[in-house]
T-cell receptor, first 115, second 111 residues
Framework: KAGVTQTPRYLIKTRGQQVTLSCSPI?????VSWYQQTPGQGLQFLFE???????NKGNFPGRFSGRQFSNSRSEMNVSTLELGDSALYLC??????????????FGPGTRLTVL | AQSVSQHNHHVILSEAASLELGCNYS??????LFWYVQYPGQHLQLLLK??????LVKGIKGFEAEFIKSKFSFNLRKPSVQWSDTAEYFC?????????FGTGTRLQVFP
């Protein structure tokens, strides 16, 4: 079974631009979560989607948004990029049934650098 | 809101030394606890998890963790580390539909 895939793997943007990151979960997984990883803050939860609905959201500004499609693929968008948005963005998917965090499988991440 | 503390930010050991990484969480009710590992250049992987039952949990690669409810702790242990254990280790607690992670512990093992 293929793992969680994220595209692109690396991105360089400038302040003020916007960016869209994509995540394809493991086949059959319907829950997709997004995390931001930075050296100082560790991993911080952004949001979680299940069946195209956002079920939970972390403490990030409205510039961070996401969506999920009917095939469970998910995208996250960051508008008006700031230098502090430079981070590794991780996507994780969870198998159906039980708690969504019962077993989260992580993708390789997208490394975003904002100049 | 739940929180997770990992007090060891950077640990340096020689091969064959024993390892214990601390993890404390804030929530006093039923908890679901995890340890994840991120090897250099690799995906975050689940090492072990605790939901209920035996408080001593065994994971992959010889790791184990002990849930001590009275101390709000879930420390990770390994009796004898190897160079290949060099990685970043994250403790996490499940909260509704998300994981709350600690800030991580960077482990360096020298031959």
């Amino acid at each position: 079974k293929a793992g969680v895939t994220q595209t692109p793997r690396y991105l360089i943007k400038t302040r003020g631009q916007q960016v869209t990151l994509s995540c394809s979960p493991i086949s059959g997984h319907r829950s997709v979560s997004w995390y931001q990883q930075t050296p100082g803050q560790g991993l911080q939860f952004l949001f979680e989607y299940f069946s195209e609905t956002q079920r939970n959201k972390g403490n990030f500004p409205g510039r961070f948004s996401g969506r999920q499609f009917s095939n469970s693929r998910s995208e996250m968008n960051v508008s008006t990029l700031e230098l502090g948005d430079s981070a590794l963005y991780l996507c994780a998917s969870s198998p159906p049934g039980g708690h969504p965090y019962n077993e989260q499988f992580f993708g390789p991440g997208t490394r975003l650098t904002v100049l | 809101a739940q929180s997770v503390s990992q007090h060891n930010h950077h640990v340096i050991l020689s091969e064959a030394a024993s390892l214990e990484l601390g993890c404390n969480y804030s929530y006093g009710g039923t908890v679901n606890l995890f340890w994840y590992v991120q090897y250099p250049g690799q995906h975050l992987q689940l090492l072990l998890k605790y939901f209920s039952g035996d408080p001593l949990v065994k994971g992959i690669k010889g790791f184990e963790a002990e849930f001590i409810k009275s101390k709000f702790s879930f420390n990770l242990r390994k009796p004898s580390v190897q160079w290949s254990d060099t990685a970043e280790y994250f403790c996490a607690v499940g909260d509704t539909d998300k994981l709350i992670f600690g800030t991580g512990t960077r482990l360096q093992v020298f031959p």
